[in-house]
């Protein structure tokens, strides 16, 4: 085993909620409420489990909430219609399509059919646009949690965590556009020298011993091993993936990352599950909370790092 700091993301989650709680009674006393709408389609299996998830952290912060769920068949039209619905009901005040959608729905139509003030995970590409530009109106769940994990890191140990990045290696394994590319960005703004790699990256060992802060979101389970990285690495695991244990039959949430051969050489790393998983649900109703904030016009203080 190794002496590598593990990330304890539930105490993250905790101390961020404890803020956003601060947050939404100043707001509340200014007559802001923040209302979630999430959009379901189909009845893929983790999709709907995210979705009972964030509906009870919602409704624990007495947000109003409300899911749309249309049946895997649906119609583009129709999913058009919903979006659009959901953007003229001032009650919403940020909304979440979840993912996967099937694969006869463009996703990037949807995307461009969001209120760009309501679309709090920035998939718009007008917030996409932004974020890029490095001056986001919305900073993505997950990309902002890997940051927040690391801020909280380099915090702990004295840095200060504008500059902890600063001429250090980031490389994104992943390029989606809710994880890989805003990571991408986040990077480039901290003056990271960042390398993006994916699947197709040959020799990925090659490039992922380069990363003194290393960002893996691909969904396949253990893909980084302990001869991918090198010693003093801090390695942050965004996959969640249900692997069978062959010796129990029980299904077990693993990451990207093979735990255990990383953490032998790692300084820190985020484990599965209890790592950034917690604080991207948080985030994601503390970026409702902006968006309540800034349809009231209200300066919100929640969504960027401080």
Known sequence: MGMAHVIDGNALAKELHASIEDELRELRASGVHPGLATVLVGDDYAAKAYERHLRSVAEGLEYRYVCEHLSDYVELADVLATVGKLNADPRVTGILLLRPFPSHLPEAQVNAALDPMKDVEAAHPLNAGLLALGQPRFI?????SCFHALDAYARSRGFDPSKFLEGRTLVVVGR??????PAQWLGLQRHATVVACHSRTRDLGAITRLADV???????????TGDMVSEGVIALDVGINAVKDHSTGKILMVGDVDFDGVEAKAEAI????GGIGPITDVWLVGN????AAMAARVEPRFGHFG
């Open 176 to 181: 989606s556009s809710s994880v890989g590319k």
């Open 214 to 224: 290393l960002i893996v979101s691909v969904g396949v389970p253990a893909l980084v």
């Open 270 to 273: 985020t484990p599965v599950p």
């Open 140 to 144: 993505p769940s997950t990309p902002a």
């Open 288 to 291: 409702v909370l902006a968006a």
